[in-house]
Nanobody, 124 residues
Framework: VQLVESGGGLVQPGGSLRLSCTSS????????MAWARQVPGTGLEWVAA???????ITDDAVKGRFTIARDNAKKMVYLQMNRVKPEDTAVYYC???????????????????RGQGTQVTVSS
């Protein structure tokens, strides 16, 4: 499965950005899809996940600001980022498959595939 992220860039604090991820999966509609992020020198951390039934989980750090959505017909997943903060600066990765529990475990242990990432920089 290939995952390709897009939409990253430079945004001012308080601004908005929408990340997109396209998947080549043949079972996309049943895949758990998620976004994770990583700051250089730190570990990967979950941001948000969306499941086959459309239910979502959002990390407390971004809750109320970020929204994950999916379009099964287009095989795409999105991350709408609103009211961004400098601490949201990171490389954002799209993941596919696996048991995305976001319950404190390592993200690397919970997904099957990961894209190459897109850089998001929040700065004035």
């Amino acid at each position: 499965v290939q995952l390709v992220e897009s939409g990253g860039g430079l945004v001012q604090p308080g601004g908005s950005l929408r990340l997109s991820c396209t998947s080549s999966s043949l079972t996309f509609s049943t895949d758990a899809m998620a976004w994770a992020r990583q700051v250089p020198g730190t570990g990967l951390e979950w941001v948000a996940a969306i499941y086959r039934d459309g239910s979502t989980i959002t990390d407390d750090a971004v809750k109320g600001r970020f929204t994950i959505a999916r379009d099964n017909a287009k095989k795409m997943v999105y991350l709408q980022m609103n009211r961004v903060k400098p601490e949201d600066t990171a490389v954002y990765y799209c993941t596919s498959g696996g048991d995305v529990l976001m319950s404190g475990g390592r993200p690397e242990d919970e997904y099957t595939f990961r894209g190459q990432g897109t850089q998001v920089t929040v700065s004035s």
